[in-house]
T-cell receptor, first 111, second 115 residues
Framework: QKEVEQNSGPLSVPEGAIASLNCTYS??????FFWYRQYSGKSPELIMF????GDKEDGRFTAQLNKASQYVSLLIRDSQPSDSATYLC???????????FGAGTILRVKS | EAGVAQSPRYKIIEKRQSVAFWCNPI?????LYWYQQILGQGPKLLIQ????????DSQLPKDRFSAERLKGVDSTLKIQPAKLEDSAVYLC?????????????FGPGTRLTVL
């Protein structure tokens, strides 16, 4: 079992729709969770982080965390073509206190 | 505020050659990370420094990879000798204190091609 799993996609959504990106993790003791966006040929940039169960909203982005199910998701409302990128889920593992990344989900927003 | 700087941006070498990458973190950041990102995969942590001490190098192939962070600021990552499977983007990141909630800021990366 991979430590952090994401569907590789590509996930295609029309402009203006909601994009839903999912991530599961193996370490039940993990406490902090991050979503990074990576444009092709560029380095990752942080979009959101979440520590507590429930939802956290920031503009068009909402992160959702369910520690019991070891599941974290990212919703992007009113998707724009500029949102087309790879979205990386990263989990700070309790053991070793290090960030482990998933392989990423490719999102394509079609205008 | 200047971001994380890396050089070179691109490097092409033959297998069995050596190569070195340089990273300058954001000023004041105590923690520095080196990641390897193979095409189609997420970044994989190679080594983490806290100031000039190593916190984690469990995934660093120590028979060929080495890294140092002199004076707790700049860092270099070296590969000697390189293998074909080392072709990847090498990302340097830094964070303020290295805690579990710390945001990591990434540099532009060095794309290494081993022929």
């Amino acid at each position: 079992q991979k430590e952090v799993e994401q569907n590789s996609g590509p996930l295609s959504v029309p402009e203006g729709a909601i994009a839903s990106l999912n991530c599961t993790y193996s370490d039940r003791g993990s406490q902090s969770f991050f979503w990074y966006r990576q444009y092709s040929g560029k380095s990752p940039e942080l979009i959101m982080f979440i520590y507590s169960n429930g939802d956290k909203e920031d503009g068009r982005f909402t992160a959702q965390l369910n520690k019991a199910s070891q599941y974290v998701s990212l919703l992007i409302r009113d998707s724009q073509p500029s949102d087309s990128a790879t979205y990386l889920c990263a989990v700070n593992m309790e053991y070793g206190n290090k960030l482990v990344f998933g392989a990423g989900t490719i999102l394509r927003v079609k205008s | 505020e200047a971001g994380v700087a890396q050089s070179p941006r691109y490097k092409i070498i033959e297998k069995r050659q050596s190569v070195a990458f340089w990273c300058n973190p954001i000023s004041g950041h105590a923690t520095l990370y080196w990641y390897q990102q193979i095409l189609g995969q997420g970044p994989k942590l190679l080594i983490q420094f806290q100031n000039n001490g190593v916190v984690d190098d469990s995934q660093l192939p120590k028979d060929r990879f080495s890294a140092e962070r002199l004076k707790g600021v700049d860092s270099t990552l070296k590969i000697q000798p390189a293998k074909l499977e080392d072709s990847a983007v090498y990302l340097c990141a830094s964070s303020l204190v290295g805690g579990a909630a710390d945001e990591q800021f990434f540099g532009p990366g060095t794309r290494l091609t081993v022929l």
